[in-house]
Nanobody, 127 residues
Framework: QVQLVESGGGSVQAGGSLRLSCAPS????????MGWFRQAPGKEREGVAA???????SHADSVKGRFTISQDNAKNIVYLQMSSLKPEDTAMYYC?????????????????????WGQGTQVTVSS
């Protein structure tokens, strides 16, 4: 069983920055897709960014140029650096991981047998 431990959420004014971290614990595999999703009240969960075990990344159009996903392979941590935050970025942010995924990119949604979700971390951006 894999647990995803998220940290780094909080409240910030528009234009500010936050960095989210996601650290998996438990037995993990070297082939994976990891990323971040977000869900605002009354809206569907949407993909924000993803990174695979080769380091290839993808970002949603709404965050391109403002958010950057990266990973520290030595520490096995995935980060989401968020800059130029807007009020519409306010949401619960969820870390997700899938091992041996069919694909990893803009259309990725973890639903396989080795798919895991974090508990979520709140990001609130005030105007």
């Amino acid at each position: 069983q894999v647990q995803l431990v998220e940290s780094g959420g909080g409240s910030v004014q528009a234009g500010g920055s936050l960095r989210l971290s996601c650290a998996p614990s438990g037995y993990t595999y070297s082939t994976y897709c990891m990323g971040w999703f977000r869900q605002a009240p009354g809206k569907e969960r949407e993909g924000v960014a993803a990174i695979d075990s080769d380091g290839s990344t993808s970002h949603a159009d709404s965050v391109k140029g403002r958010f950057t996903i990266s990973q520290d392979n030595a520490k096995n941590i995935v980060y989401l650096q968020m800059s130029s935050l807007k009020p519409e970025d306010t949401a619960m942010y969820y870390c997700a991981a899938e091992y041996f995924p069919f694909s990893c990119g803009g259309s990725w949604y973890p639903r396989g047998r080795l798919a895991y979700w974090g508990q979520g971390t709140q990001v609130t951006v005030s105007s």
